[in-house]
Each structure stands twice: as structure tokens, then as C-alpha cells.
DNA sequence: GCGACGATTGGCT
DNA sequence: GCCAATCGTCGCC
């Protein structure tokens, strides 16, 4: 499958804006690369956050589109989604893993790692070498410190079932770039 | 109030 | 491959 999009458009469904977000460069203070892993969810999802409806952790994925939602994971990790579909609707998707291209250095001293591949290769890497805070959640991605900057050129998008979860294991709803070795995990 | 459990990672066997 | 670390959120008593 081929990544022709021209614009990131946030009122897609969530499945859709991960697969569009597949090969965008996004950064954060300007820091960051090219977005190499993503998953979707949403609210009919049973894996999703926002399965169980409106709570005070994910009430942001209920916001406008176009916003970040970054939660907790299992106490240590910061994560980073971005909200889709309509206000309400409880969308978003997940953030995964990024090629490393600006700021390296500074990525390098936050992962204490020189290994470009274990930089950003997982949700948790990426919200430490981004320096993603919980106060970035609900903020929108058109403004500082986020930019976000739509592939120039058609890529090759794979799917396959996400990782980490324990419900609706087979929808594949993970997008990665065909063959980056900086996914956090390969497809098969 | 309390307990179970994660959209994970890194170190050890 | 297995498992501990670590803590906010949620569900239930």
C-alpha cells in the first residue's frame, strides 16, 4: 500500500490518519525524525482507552482532532497520541516510533544512548528522547513546540495486529514503514 | 479505601 | 524468553 497523502487530515478515521502519518516528520522543539510506526484506536475498540467512554485520563482523545494525548504506561512512560476523527468521538492514534533525523545529539543524552536505533524505536523511547511531558496533553499539533510536516513523496505503508494489548488482538491496525529498522518491532 | 492491571522497557538467564 | 520496575487510573467494596 502507498502513503500518497498531501495534508494530514485529522477528521479521518483514526485507522486512516495512522496509515497518512506513516512517513510525516514530526518534532518537538525541533527534535525529532520521521514517523516509521503507528496504531489506531478508537471508542467501538475494546483496546482502546476510550472503550469504557469519557474519563478524567482520556478525556483530550475526546477533544478536537489535531490535538495530542499523552498518558502514563505503566508508571514509567510517557506516550503520545494524536486525536482524530470529531470532538467527541474518542479517537486517536498512537505514536510508535520515529527514524531519528533532527537533534540526535540532544535524543542521544535523554535515551543515554548512542545506538540511533534504540532512540525512538517504541512508544516509551519516543516520549523520552521527544521529552514528551503531561503537559502537552490536549495541545494542539499546528503550534509550538509541535510541527508536523506531511511526506513530501509516496511510501510503502504495511499493517499488521498492534502490539501490547490484550483485546482485539487481530484487527490490524499498526501501519509501519515497509522495511525502516527503526520500528519498534518488525512486521511478519 | 483498596487492589489489580496496563497501548513498556531493559536487564538477566 | 522471562521478569521486575513503578504508579496513575479505574472498578468495586
Given at each position: ?58 478525556a483530550s482523545m475526546f477533544g478536537p482532532p489535531g490535538c495530542v494525548y499523552v498518558y502514563r504506561s505503566y508508571g514509567i512512560h510517557w506516550c503520545l497520541n494524536f ?106
Amino acid at each position: 500500500m502507498k502513503n500518497t497523502s498531501l495534508a494530514i487530515d485529522f477528521s479521518l478515521p483514526s485507522y486512516e490518519v495512522a496509515h497518512q502519518l506513516i512517513g510525516a516528520t514530526f518534532t518537538v522543539d525541533g527534535v525529532g525524525g520521521i514517523i516509521v510506526e503507528a496504531e489506531a484506536y478508537d471508542q467501538t475498540d475494546p483496546a482502546s482507552h476510550t472503550f469504557v467512554g469519557k474519563t478524567k485520563r482520556n478525556a483530550s482523545m475526546f477533544g478536537p482532532p489535531g490535538c495530542v494525548y499523552v498518558y502514563r504506561s505503566y508508571g514509567i512512560h510517557w506516550c503520545l497520541n494524536f486525536v482524530c476523527e470529531k470532538e467527541g468521538h474518542g479517537a486517536g492514534v498512537l505514536i510508535r516510533a520515529i527514524e531519528p533525523i533532527v537533534g540526535l545529539q540532544i535524543m542521544e543524552e535523554r535515551r543515554g544512548t548512542k545506538n540511533v536505533r534504540l532512540l525512538c524505536s517504541g512508544p516509551g523511547k519516543l516520549g523520552q528522547a521527544l521529552a514528551i511531558v503531561h503537559s502537552y496533553n490536549g495541545m494542539p499539533l499546528n503550534q509550538s513546540p509541535f510541527e508536523l510536516v506531511p511526506a513530501k513523496k509516496p511510501v510503502d505503508v504495511i499493517s499488521g495486529p498492534r502490539i501490547g494489548i490484550s483485546k482485539a488482538v487481530d484487527l490490524p491496525w499498526r501501519f509501519g514503514l515497509s522495511g525502516s529498522p527503526f520500528l519498534s518491532r518488525p512486521f511478519r
